[in-house]
């Protein structure tokens, strides 16, 4: 499913973490890594006023871009993977597209952690561009603190029976079946629609329905999967089930509006992405053999 991965790297906790989850699938599936630092225009250092950064400032930066990529090699070539570096230099959400339209990379695992007094450059709004304009599954991972090993137990996927939530299950359901996990399926009927009424009446058979085809994709995946339903809005309830029931991985299709204005939009997804304190599956095509 994965043979090459993109990993964006800065030397952050939160990038350090994203690493070990690249590792996780990398080992999972016999993926190459492409270890990516983005030396960023400008605004190196927060409430810095004036024109571009030193010369010394530059020299710095891409010493820590060397240094920074000379340890993913290590822990890479530590773990049996293979790895190829990369150092850009632009905006980090444009370079980061940029490598992914002149590569064959299959997935972007990126960390993202609130700009801090060194402005890294995998900052969350840079989480939520790539996750937004990317052709290809994003994972976002944030950190939280001291973590052991990721494991891959429990997948959350959010389906509403749109082309887009189709294109997530068969992701989390391939992700399923490499890592032994099982696959939570959730509909959210909105509140918005109301609680009784013709439409809510619609709604819940339609869930029915969409829950029936999840449990035959996932027979035929060889995956367990747990149905799930919940009222209220969407974002919200797949954050909440997501801490609640203590998921390793959201997967959310990113696009998919519908006459009902389905959740797999663009904006519920980025939501989820900001919010979610798990790391979160952005998918947007078709899983690719």
Not at 42 to 57: C, F, H, N, Q, T
Not at 226 to 255: F, Q
Request: proline letters at 2%; a negative charge; aromatic letters at 4%.
């Amino acid at each position: 499913m994965f043979d090459q991965i993109l990993l964006p790297v800065d030397g952050s906790e939160a990038s350090q973490r994203a690493q070990q989850y690249t590792q996780v699938l990398a080992n999972a599936f016999d993926a190459e890594i492409h270890a990516l630092f983005v030396l960023e225009d400008g605004g190196l250092i927060e409430d810095v006023s004036g024109g571009s950064a030193s010369d010394e400032m530059e020299s710095a930066l891409r010493e820590t871009a060397e240094s920074t990529l000379d340890d993913v090699v290590a822990a890479c070539e530590a773990d049996s993977i293979t790895v190829r570096t990369s150092i850009a230099s632009g905006h980090p959400t444009e370079a980061i597209l940029e490598y992914i339209d002149a590569s064959d990379v299959d997935i972007v695992v990126l960390g993202a952690h609130a700009r801090g007094r060194l402005s890294r450059f995998l900052r969350a709004s840079i989480a939520e561009e790539v996750a937004q304009a990317a052709s290809i599954p994003v994972l976002t991972v944030r950190s939280r603190g001291r973590e052991a090993t990721p494991e891959i137990r429990d997948i959350l996927v959010a389906t509403d029976g749109s082309e887009s939530a189709h294109h997530a299950s068969a992701y989390a359901f391939g992700l399923a079946d490499a890592f032994d996990a099982t696959v939570h399926g959730l509909y959210v009927i909105e509140s918005r629609f109301g609680s009784s009424g013709a439409l809510h009446g619609l709604l819940e058979r339609e869930c029915e329905s969409v829950l029936r085809e999840a449990r035959v994709d996932a027979a035929q995946a060889n995956v367990d999967l747990v149905s799930v339903t919940r009222e209220g809005k969407p974002e919200d309830e797949i954050v909440e089930y997501a801490t609640g029931r203590g998921m390793d991985l959201v997967v959310l299709g990113t696009h998919g509006r519908t006459g009902l204005d389905r959740f797999v939009m663009g904006s519920v997804a980025t939501s989820v992405v900001r919010n979610a304190d798990r790391p979160v599956l952005t998918v947007r095509g078709a899983l690719e053999d």
